[in-house]
């Protein structure tokens, strides 16, 4: 689990991805059998020649969601515009780190008691950032300046034997899937190419997403992403401990039956434990499924409570499950397979 903690203690909104570019960078650059492949927007793959012209690209993305400064009052006060989906109902009393270009600051979100309050506003154009400045001139003096950005708080804790809980879950999980997949595969040839890694800006349109499918041009491609399960009431259809999500739908990919049909016999052969999953929000693969003539993509998931908020929570058998399906997806993997998936076939595994 380090890969996992570290990449969780680190901090990395969308644009501003360099801690986790230099951690993956580093990984890749140990094993002499990948290349290393950048585009220009910051996603980093590390790249195998494979004995086909086939490819299989893998990808998490680094960036979690955060805020960006985009006003300071007159009397000290920040004013942030999120960056990614993030209810601002959660904020108030929280501390968030304030990164600028010297060093970070620590900055609190007031809650105003209750007996002076005569309505509570839970909108972005009501929060105020609290540094410690009694004026705009402070925060000159401090080196903050609009642009800085925002973070919640590093943290990373063992809850019981099995559940961790953390921030950037998403998507630091497939981030670290992709660097565990590199050590995997240094050693071992595969019938096509491979390209293993994490984009950037996922959480404000899956930008890096479509850089870097225009630069490798896969003919699958596999997202990794943590995605949101509500089972708190046991009543869910989806939980922590069930197992890795296996995405029939979201609002911009819906799994053909084909591919359901082949994804399900796989994990199924090898008693992967998993989910059906529908979701109401999409991944990088949603991205890559209409590019150039259409790549065949989808999600492997791993099911985590409250993400988009300063902490998560999951399960180390899912990740286990995730980690299994993955491996057992490239090991099974050769260019007639993925030709069968392109076009449609039931019979793939």
Same mark, same amino acid.
């Given at each position: 689990?380090?890969?996992?903690?570290?990449?969780? +203690?680190?901090?990395?909104?969308?644009?501003?991805?360099?801690?986790?570019?230099?951690?993956?960078?580093?990984?890749? =650059?140990?094993?002499?059998?990948?290349? %290393?492949?950048?585009?220009?927007?910051?996603?980093?793959?590390?790249?195998?020649?494979?004995?086909?012209?086939?490819?299989?690209?893998?990808?998490?993305?680094?960036?979690?969601?955060?805020?960006?400064?985009?006003?300071?009052?007159?009397?000290?006060? %920040?004013?942030?515009?999120?960056?990614?989906?993030?209810?601002?109902?959660?904020?108030?009393?929280?501390?968030?780190?304030?990164?600028?270009?010297?060093?970070?600051?620590?900055?609190?979100?007031?809650?105003?008691?209750?007996?002076?309050?005569?309505?509570?506003?839970?909108?972005?154009?009501?929060?105020?950032?609290?540094?410690?400045?009694?004026?705009? %001139?402070?925060?000159?003096?401090?080196?903050?300046?609009?642009?800085?950005?925002?973070?919640?708080?590093?943290?990373?804790?063992?809850?019981? =034997?099995?559940?961790?809980?953390? &921030?950037?879950?998403?998507?630091?999980?497939?981030?670290?899937? /992709?660097?565990?997949?590199?050590?995997?595969?240094?050693?071992?040839?595969?019938?096509?190419?491979?390209?293993?890694?994490?984009?950037?800006?996922?959480?404000?349109?899956?930008?890096?997403?479509?850089?870097?499918?225009?630069?490798?041009?896969?003919?699958?491609?596999?997202?990794?992403?943590?995605?949101?399960?509500?089972?708190?009431?046991? &009543?869910?259809?989806?939980? +922590?401990?069930?197992?890795?999500?296996?995405?029939?739908?979201?609002?911009?990919?819906?799994?053909?039956?084909?591919? &359901?049909? /082949? +994804?399900?016999?796989?994990?199924?052969?090898?008693?992967?434990?998993?989910?059906?999953?529908?979701?109401?929000?999409?991944?990088?693969?949603?991205? /890559?499924?209409?590019?150039?003539?259409?790549?065949?993509?989808?999600?492997?998931?791993?099911? /985590?409570?409250?993400?988009?908020?300063?902490?998560?929570?999951?399960?180390?058998?899912?990740?286990?499950?995730?980690?299994?399906?993955? #491996?057992?997806?490239?090991?099974? #993997?050769?260019?007639? &397979?993925?030709? #069968? +998936?392109?076009?449609?076939?039931?019979?793939?595994?």
């Amino acid at each position: 689990m380090n890969n996992y903690r570290d990449l969780m +203690l680190l901090e990395g909104i969308p644009g501003h991805e360099n801690n986790i570019s230099n951690k993956l960078i580093n990984h890749i =650059k140990k094993y002499k059998s990948f290349k %290393l492949i950048r585009d220009n927007l910051g996603s980093v793959f590390a790249f195998k020649k494979g004995s086909s012209e086939k490819t299989l690209m893998i990808a998490g993305h680094m960036d979690e969601v955060g805020f960006i400064i985009t006003n300071i009052t007159e009397n000290g006060f %920040l004013k942030i515009q999120p960056l990614g989906g993030v209810d601002p109902s959660i904020l108030i009393g929280l501390s968030l780190n304030i990164h600028t270009e010297k060093r970070i600051f620590t900055g609190y979100i007031g809650a105003i008691p209750p007996h002076l309050r005569k309505k509570q506003n839970f909108g972005y154009e009501n929060i105020m950032v609290d540094v410690g400045a009694k004026n705009k %001139l402070e925060i000159n003096e401090m080196g903050i300046q609009l642009g800085d950005f925002a973070t919640f708080i590093p943290y990373y804790n063992e809850l019981s =034997k099995d559940r961790i809980i953390a &921030k950037s879950v998403d998507n630091r999980f497939g981030v670290g899937l /992709a660097m565990n997949m590199i050590s995997k595969l240094d050693k071992i040839d595969l019938p096509y190419n491979i390209a293993i890694g994490a984009t950037v800006q996922e959480e404000v349109g899956l930008r890096g997403a479509e850089t870097s499918v225009n630069t490798i041009k896969p003919d699958v491609f596999i997202a990794l992403d943590a995605s949101p399960v509500d089972d708190l009431d046991g &009543k869910s259809d989806y939980s +922590l401990g069930k197992g890795f999500l296996l995405r029939m739908y979201d609002p911009r990919n819906t799994m053909p039956e084909y591919l &359901k049909n /082949a +994804l399900v016999n796989l994990a199924n052969k090898n008693e992967i434990k998993f989910q059906y999953y529908i979701s109401k929000g999409g991944t990088d693969a949603a991205k /890559a499924l209409d590019m150039f003539d259409g790549v065949v993509s989808t999600t492997i998931g791993l099911p /985590a409570r409250y993400i988009h908020s300063p902490l998560a929570v999951f399960d180390t058998n899912d990740l286990r499950h995730a980690e299994k399906f993955l #491996l057992t997806l490239i090991m099974n #993997l050769d260019e007639n &397979k993925i030709l #069968l +998936l392109k076009n449609g076939d039931f019979n793939v595994f």
